[in-house]
């Protein structure tokens, strides 16, 4: 019998999980309304994005095909897939456009002005 792997599965850069605060940046880098790409030590990978001075971080891995979330544009805390249009809410993962797709988010800390992700 055939199975089928989730797509959230197959994110080969989604970091796995080590209840680790990783310092990423400063956090006067990433504009209001902008997204920003993470590349972890290990090669893995997030969108960080900032919300209106707010601070979030999902998988950079849209679950429909792939394309990389942070190079997505940000419109409040929704931010549209580059390739096919899919958005998702960057506070919670859950996808608007098809809610069974959510993705991973991760917590983030700033601290001093720099920003912190617990992987
Ligand atoms: S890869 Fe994101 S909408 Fe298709």
Known sequence: MKTFQSRLD???????RKNLLVTVGRAADVPEGRGATVELADGKELALYNVGGE??????FCPHRGA???D?????S???CDWHGW???VRNGRCLTK????VETYEVRIEDGSIKILI
């Open 10 to 16: 197959i994110n080969p850069k989604k970091p796995v």
């Open 78 to 80: 929704a931010v549209r």
């Open 68 to 70: 990389p979330l942070a």
């Open 55 to 60: 601070f979030y971080a999902i998988e950079n």
């Open 87 to 89: 958005r998702f809410d």
């Open 99 to 102: 809610p069974d797709s959510t």
């Open 72 to 76: 997505g544009e940000l419109h409040g």
